[in-house]
């Protein structure tokens, strides 16, 4: 592993670091949104301190990265996103464009030069989680909590509303820098998150979309919830979504919980390798393998489970042969500090499982553990997150979110024995007190590496090893992360 050296913002490191920040960012012109508000008027039911919070916070950062990374730029959230409320999520990407979710809308950036990343339209559209996908022209975005209807314009409500809606959005971004609205469909207990699952005729998008019932306090969406929602979104006619199903994956029942592990209500995120015709479903208490041959309908073939050590099975990568799943353990739901000695390596951190067998006798066996090799404060939410692999032939290197432990390079091509190679991270959010922040996605994409900051906006990275050089060759003109392209 690679040493440590610490940075002060605005300071170089190999090279010339630059700060991307924009001014006078270009507000939304289209349909059902309207433009953000000048940083001085927080959005409607903000509290009047967030901004004021979030400034404060952002004098303490501080990077500590490892000798083989070098941070190349940092665009802070803008207004209306500059709160702490407007949590930043997941990426996609598109061409020279990031398209990167928040609780509050979408955040479009232009990417084109890595190393001076710029904001070039915002979409206020509350409703969280804000997790996007994108498909030619057209971006899809979950919204998870119940709103009085399906505009950007709703208000928040309740789920014991009979009127209340949750669902998935649909924006055509053919012109990134002013998105438009074109459709919305409501799904069973919303979309906590979703996955896009190429159609084989090339005629239109599936989208699996995951949303447990999460609490006895939503009377519209109890447990069980062990279902996904499946929508079509023709091309052709994207104002016309589609339920097509909403197949039970665990007839049978998932793991009925315990102390230590989540019951089984649904899935929390599904990774698809359509090439492969398989995906890998985190649900929970339960860690499942999909053939997904017929889109419409997803067979399950395999399950797993670890009461030992995971909590709450949350997301899936697979390595480019598809040979290999990375589970993640999302222990305290993201929002608790569990890198520290206190809950040690094995929970918390990522299961490897190799994929043994063909067809529907394919299995899953367990390997190894992998966690961050860094202690964080107690004020620092530290937990497995979001990652993708870094595109290196002959070998599978994985880049990760972990909150406020940062963003760690790890190679896990021999199965039981996972390492290292580099780390990007920051001193705590708020040394005082526990706050929800740190890298909620990080992404390899056309050779540098994106961290999407639940509070300090997007980061972008540059890994400089011999063990990760090759992967720069490898370009996509479209990438999401949960929808695993092959190299």
């Known amino acids: 592993m690679s040493s440590t050296r610490r940075l002060r913002p605005g300071t170089g490191s190999r090279r010339s670091r630059a700060a991307g920040v ?7 012109v289209a349909g059902l949104l309207f433009a953000a508000p000048s940083a001085a008027t927080p959005p409607a039911n903000q509290p009047e301190d967030s901004s004021a919070a979030m400034a404060g916070s952002q004098q303490n950062d501080e990077v500590i990265a490892s000798d083989n990374i070098e941070h190349v ?7 209306p996103f500059d709160t702490l409320e407007a949590k930043g999520t997941d990426i996609a990407f598109q061409k020279h464009y990031a398209f990167v979710g928040n609780y509050e809308g979408i955040v479009v950036y232009d990417i084109a030069n890595p190393r001076k990343p710029r904001v070039v339209s915002q979409v206020f559209c509350p409703g969280g989680q804000g997790d996007v996908s994108i498909s030619g022209n057209l971006l899809f975005v979950s919204t998870d909590y119940p709103r009085t209807n399906d505009t950007c314009q709703s208000e928040s409500t309740t789920s014991a ?5 949750e669902g998935m959005k649909v924006f055509d971004v053919s012109n990134p820098r002013k998105p438009r609205y074109v459709s919305a469909i409501p799904t069973s207990c919303g979309s906590h998150t979703h996955t896009l699952v190429p159609d084989k005729a090339g005629k239109a998008a599936y989208l699996y979309i995951s949303s447990y019932g999460p609490a006895a306090e939503f009377p519209n969406c109890k447990p069980p919830h062990d279902k996904i929602s499946i929508v079509k979104v023709p091309f052709a006619n994207p104002a016309a ?11 049978e029942g998932g793991n009925p919980g315990s102390e230590g592990t989540s019951a089984t209500n649904g899935c929390h995120d599904i990774t698809v390798f359509p090439s492969k015709d ?6 929970m208490g339960d860690g499942i393998l999909l053939d997904i041959s017929d889109r419409g309908s997803p067979r399950v073939i395999e399950r797993v489970r670890d009461d030992e050590n995971f909590a709450f099975w949350h997301s899936a990568t697979f390595n480019n042969d598809g040979t290999k799943v990375v589970f993640t353990d999302e ?19 990522d299961g490897v499982y190799d994929i043994v067998g063909t067809g529907d006798d394919r299995t899953l066996k367990f390997r190894s553990y992998y966690k961050i090799p860094r202690h964080q404060a107690d004020t620092e939410n530290c937990v497995a997150h979001n990652g993708s692999l870094i595109p290196v032939e002959g070998r599978d290197i994985m880049v990760q979110a972990w909150y406020q432990g940062g963003v760690s390079v790890w190679d896990f091509t021999d199965s039981a024995n996972p390492t290292e190679i580099a780390h990007f991270d920051r001193t705590p959010f708020d040394e005082s007190e526990l706050k929800l922040a740190g890298s909620w996605s990080a992404y390899y994409y056309n050779g540098y590496i994106y961290s999407s900051g639940i509070q300090r906006g997007l980061d972008v990275i540059e890994i400089d090893d011999p063990r990760t050089d090759s992967a720069e060759k490898v370009k996509f003109k479209e990438f999401n992360p949960q929808t695993q392209p092959v190299y």
């Open 278 to 283: 398989l995906a890998a479903g985190a649900c």
């Open 241 to 251: 979504p589609e339920m097509i199903d909403a197949p039970v994956l665990f007839p």
């Open 22 to 28: 924009l001014f006078g960012v270009m507000p939304l």
């Open 331 to 349: 222990l305290g739901g993201g929002a608790a500090a569990t890198c520290n000695s206190r809950v040690g390596p094995k929970r918390g951190a």
């Open 161 to 165: 509303d009979p009127n209340s809606w």
């Open 73 to 79: 730029a940092n665009v802070p959230k803008q207004p």
